[in-house]
Nanobody
């Protein structure tokens, strides 16, 4: 079946950087869009950025500047480069992929999440 798996989370000090990766695998016909969201305890999941298979990028307004999304279509991987991290960036980061399969049509698939902790 289709799987979406994040990696690259961890603990970093304020001002540091992290690069998250998310790889999709399985019986994929096409990945239409991939993106990153994050969620802190007690809050709703919020969008960070998305990127289409054509390379069109959208950032949530509050996330412009320190976050950069990129994608490698050949490896079905999306990346999130995070710079100048702050304690309020501490969250579980989730990857979401809009994937077309021949059996299920197109639907969203979520990864299991990766924890990012920024210490002050």
């Amino acid at each position: 079946q289709v799987q979406v798996v994040e990696s690259g989370g961890g603990m970093v000090q304020t001002g540091g950087s992290l690069r998250l990766s998310c790889a999709a695998s399985g019986p994929i016909f096409s990945i239409l869009r991939m993106g990153w969201h994050r969620q802190t305890s007690g809050n709703a999941r919020e969008l960070i950025a998305t990127i289409t298979n054509g390379g069109s990028i959208h950032y949530a307004e509050s996330k412009k500047g320190r976050f950069t999304i990129s994608r490698d279509n050949a490896t079905k991987t999306v990346y999130l480069q995070m710079n100048d991290l702050k304690p309020e960036d501490t969250a579980v980061y989730y990857c979401k992929a809009l994937i077309l399969t021949l059996s299920n049509g197109s639907r969203d698939y979520w990864g299991q999440g990766t924890q990012v902790t920024v210490s002050s």
